[in-house]
């Protein structure tokens, strides 16, 4: 009795859920099977980017983060794509879920011959330095990390602090309460850099119109400040945002990735209390990014990411790739103050002559912008 | 029969004797069926990825103009991506370099931890006991090699042997835990051993930040491995496969003997069978749970040691990846016998080499994988799980009508 029954349900079983994964997969198919074939191709005429692109392998491996991670995973990524759009170069790309990714997926890239990859994030530092020692032939970019000496890998930084001082600026001008708060994800380089500009932003205020406002979450001379420790747990965004608005702070500055969506929830719930709580978004303009948080979103610090991979791999096509870093700037673009978008008329036409002073001031160098972590 | 058993006795079966009765019956199917459950996973996976391929669904778009068009688009689009698993797996000729076209080394350095993770999912399983920690015990087991690792500066000779045994204790440890709840309250291991992979995963991570953070990093992550606390590597730098090779090899022998020539692994194995006869026979049933966790967590130790002083030369809170989990599929395609996890561990050591060549030569995202591998475990544990809620059913009904 038991082994027939056994074998007629294992059977049963498998051949049904056979039957049924094609039976969908041909209907997913076939459901809209009734259009025209097209001509057969002619010779030639869609190769109008030049041979050297069409043979060029750009290629990019993200950390963790994946490449819809809404940070520069993405950005990278999607800059990659655009300069394949726009080139005619190849790509290749690949995810990685854990730290033990990094390598192989780097190995496979150089087996691919990729002429040059993107690794997108200081976590791949160990792997990069290793992959491209080993094969000094090929080209490797790092997205954040300038810890690697090696003629074959270009870092690409952020001197994120020049347009962080900028929204510290702003958000100086716009303050009520005569307090701003920010939070990081982690205690780290990447993350406190904007911390820096920010708060260096809301000094100069302070001395250019003898105001006195204050810094919540953020301390430049010590370096310690407000942190949620995680770049994940979007709650915990949540939780330091009530702090820093309980503490009154009526402009508040995450940076700390995802967290941003905690803040902005955290903000949009006291405003409905009557607060007027105001958000800075980090790294895209989350106005575009984050459309949710649009009616609070003062200003966001943007690093333009897809430009620098952009300018990269042009350069390397042409035969100029050098290992030089390249930073990003004010001056060159590279990082930037989105608009203020809906809350354009809270920033009075004062603030943003000021503002526009501010930004030559920062790329002639009469004003410094001195961030601990600013690449160097 | 069962049926006739289940009329006289009314009394529903103790959870106990349910879930090794599943054990049971997933290690009563041969090596076919698990060949099998990899084939017509193999085919659904192949499915998706024509499925998801734009090329395809572009052809898919005239289907009833040209068909062959749909079907070459489909053939080229499974065989691409198969064809960049394989190669991936084993050899691959397209690859730049002669280091990147041995893929099999790497099929072999993925495989390591599996074994030895794998090994301890299926010891457990013999004696009855479902392991749901090796996750756990390969984080505990990793913490313990790494503190040992880059904590102690010993000489050659001495460090590595050290560090594999701290991490086999590391694990054993977490394990034991569970064995010893299990034997003297009766807590159920797999929920103990859930809740132990949490605390693993918070307890390393406090300690990233604290004891065993590197002080030049901000990062949560400790500090290299002393070059002497690090498994050899067998075929050079130019390889990742390393001496843990030898000793997740060593560990499929031991094991094999441990069930099948020693006493203990006939008690283990008497235990697993029914424990109630186990007991009546003058077997000492709580003995065998906690010794044979203890072991298996042990096993699931040595592949964090295999992580942390083969691949990854340092600890973070991913230093266990998914590997805790693969080890329960690894067990279960093995059928629970110590070759034939070996056998699964390569597998889906080639899953993991030829993945991401497959991501990347083929353009098929690496999740394909995770779904073949999942199907694999739907097949082999559904047909088992599927006939004991069957049972289940036709005992109640023929209670209620007696």
């Given at each position: 009795m038991e082994e027939p029954l056994k074998n007629h349900i294992t059977g049963t079983f498998k051949r049904g859920a056979t039957?049924?994964?094609?039976?969908?997969?041909?209907?997913?198919?076939?459901?809209?099977?009734?259009?025209?074939?097209?001509?057969?191709?002619?010779?030639?005429?869609?190769?109008?980017?030049?041979?050297?692109?069409?043979?060029?392998?750009?290629?990019?491996?993200?950390?963790?983060?994946?490449?819809?991670?809404?940070?520069?995973?993405?950005?990278?990524?999607?800059?990659?794509k655009k300069t394949v759009a726009d080139t005619g170069i190849k790509m290749k790309e690949a995810q990685s879920t854990t730290k033990a990714d990094f390598e192989p997926n780097l190995n496979q890239m150089a087996n691919?011959?990729?002429?040059?990859?993107?690794?997108?994030?200081?976590?791949?530092?160990?792997?990069?330095?290793?992959?491209?020692?080993?094969?000094?032939?090929?080209?490797?970019?790092?997205?954040?990390?300038?810890?690697?000496?090696?003629?074959?890998?270009?870092?690409?930084?952020?001197?994120?602090?020049?347009?962080?001082?900028?929204?510290?600026?702003t958000a100086a001008?716009?303050?009520?309460?005569?307090?701003?708060?920010?939070?990081?994800?982690?205690?780290?380089?990447?993350?406190?850099?904007?911390?820096d500009g920010f708060a260096e932003g809301v000094a100069y205020y302070n001395k250019q119109q003898s105001k006195n406002v204050q810094v919540l979450g953020w301390n430049v001379g010590t370096q310690q400040g407000l942190f949620a420790n995680t770049f994940d747990i979007i709650q915990e965004g949540t939780k330091a945002t009530n702090n820093l608005i309980g503490e009154g702070a009526d402009v508040v500055m995450p940076v700390a990735g995802p967290l941003g969506k905690g803040a902005g929830d955290a903000i949009l719930a006291a405003n409905k209390g009557g607060k007027d709580v105001k958000l800075v978004w980090v790294d895209s303009d989350g106005y575009l990014t984050a459309p949710t948080y649009k009616s609070i979103?003062?200003?966001?610090?943007?690093?333009?990411?897809?430009?620098?991979?952009?300018?990269?791999?042009?350069?390397?096509?042409?035969?100029?790739?050098s290992a030089t870093p390249y930073v990003g700037t004010l001056d060159n673009g590279g990082v930037a103050m989105a608009p203020f978008h809906d809350l354009d008329s809270a920033v009075s036409a004062d603030t943003k002559s000021q503002l526009d002073t501010i930004k030559k001031g920062i790329i002639d160098g009469s004003i410094k912008v001195e961030s601990k972590s600013s690449p160097k | 029969?069962?049926?006739?058993?289940?009329?006289?006795?009314?009394?529903?079966?103790?959870?106990?004797?349910?879930?090794?009765q599943v054990i049971r019956e997933i290690m009563a199917g041969n090596a076919v069926i698990s060949v099998l459950a990899v084939v017509v996973a193999l085919v659904i996976g192949g499915i998706l990825i024509a499925v998801t391929d734009p090329r395809v669904t572009a052809a898919a778009g005239y289907f009833f103009a040209d068909p062959a068009a749909t079907l070459s688009a489909i053939w080229s689009s499974v065989s691409e991506a198969y064809g960049a698993l394989w190669r991936g797996a084993t050899y691959d000729p397209t690859a730049r370099t002669w280091q990147g076209?041995?893929?099999?080394?790497?099929?072999?350095?993925?495989?390591?931890?599996?074994?030895?993770?794998?090994?301890?999912?299926?010891?457990?399983?013999?004696?009855?006991?479902?392991?749901?920690?090796?996750?756990?015990?390969?984080i505990l087991g990793a913490t313990f090699a790494g503190a040992v690792g880059f904590g102690m500066h010993l000489p050659p000779a001495i460090h590595l042997p050290a560090v594999i045994l701290a991490g086999a204790i590391g694990g054993a440890i977490w394990g034991g835990i569970a064995g010893f709840l299990k034997a003297r309250t009766g807590a159920h291991e797999v929920i103990v051993t859930i809740m132990l992979n949490y605390i693993a995963i918070s307890l390393v991570l406090y300690l990233l930040k604290n004891q065993l953070k590197d002080p030049n990093s901000t990062n949560p992550i400790s500090p290299q491995m002393d070059g002497n606390a690090v498994f050899p590597l067998l075929l050079g730098p130019n390889f990742r496969v390393h001496a843990g090779l030898i000793v997740a090899i060593l560990a499929v022998i031991g094991v094999a003997w441990l069930l099948n020539r020693s006493t203990l692994g006939f008690e283990y194995r008497a235990i697993g069978a029914n424990p109630k006869?186990?007991?009546?026979?003058?077997?000492?049933?709580?003995?065998?749970?906690?010794?044979?966790?203890?072991?298996?967590?042990?096993?699931?130790?040595?592949?964090?040691?295999?992580?942390?002083?083969?691949?990854?030369?340092?600890?973070?809170?991913?230093?266990?990846?998914?590997?805790?989990?693969?080890?329960?599929?690894?067990?279960?395609l093995g059928r629970s016998k110590p070759w034939g996890t070996f056998f699964a561990a390569l597998l889906f050591g080639a899953f993991k080499a030829g993945g991401t060549s497959m991501a990347v030569n083929a353009d098929v995202s690496i999740d394909i994988v995770a779904v073949v591998q999942s199907l694999i475990?739907?097949?082999?544990?559904?047909?088992?799980?599927?006939?004991?809620?069957?049972?289940?059913?036709?005992?109640?009904?023929?209670?209620?009508?007696?």
């Open positions: 039957v049924g994964t094609v039976a969908l997969g041909a209907m997913a198919l076939l459901l809209t099977g009734c259009g025209q074939a097209p001509a057969p191709a002619g010779g030639g005429g869609s190769t109008s980017g030049n041979a050297a692109a069409a043979n060029y392998l750009g290629c990019i491996v993200s950390d963790s983060g994946g490449f819809d991670d809404q940070s520069f995973n993405q950005s990278s990524y999607e800059g990659l691919a011959g990729c002429n040059l990859t993107f690794t997108v994030g200081f976590l791949l530092a160990d792997a990069t330095k290793k992959v491209a020692t080993a094969d000094p032939k090929l080209h490797f970019a790092i997205i954040d990390d300038n810890s690697i000496k090696l003629p074959n890998v270009k870092p690409i930084v952020y001197d994120t602090a020049q347009a962080a001082f900028l929204a510290g600026y001008s716009v303050s009520k309460t005569g307090k701003v708060g920010t939070f990081g994800g982690i205690n780290i380089p990447t993350v406190t850099i904007f911390m979103l003062l200003t966001s610090v943007i690093k333009t990411m897809g430009d620098a991979v952009e300018t990269i791999v042009k350069d390397d096509l042409a035969g100029k790739y | 029969m069962s049926e006739t058993q289940t009329v006289k006795e009314p009394t529903p079966p103790a959870k106990e004797s349910q879930g090794s076209q041995l893929g099999i080394f790497e099929t072999l350095t993925f495989a390591t931890p599996l074994i030895l993770s794998g090994l301890a999912v299926t010891l457990a399983f013999r004696a009855g006991l479902f392991n749901i920690g090796a996750q756990g015990q390969i006869a186990a007991r009546t026979a003058g077997m000492l049933v709580s003995r065998g749970y906690i010794t044979v966790m203890l072991i298996s967590g042990a096993l699931a130790g040595l592949a964090g040691v295999a992580q942390i002083a083969g691949t990854e030369k340092s600890l973070d809170s991913e230093i266990a990846g998914s590997i805790g989990f693969d080890a329960i599929t690894v067990a279960l475990v739907l097949f082999i544990a559904a047909p088992p799980l599927i006939r004991s809620i069957f049972r289940i059913k036709a005992a109640r009904r023929e209670g209620a009508s007696a």
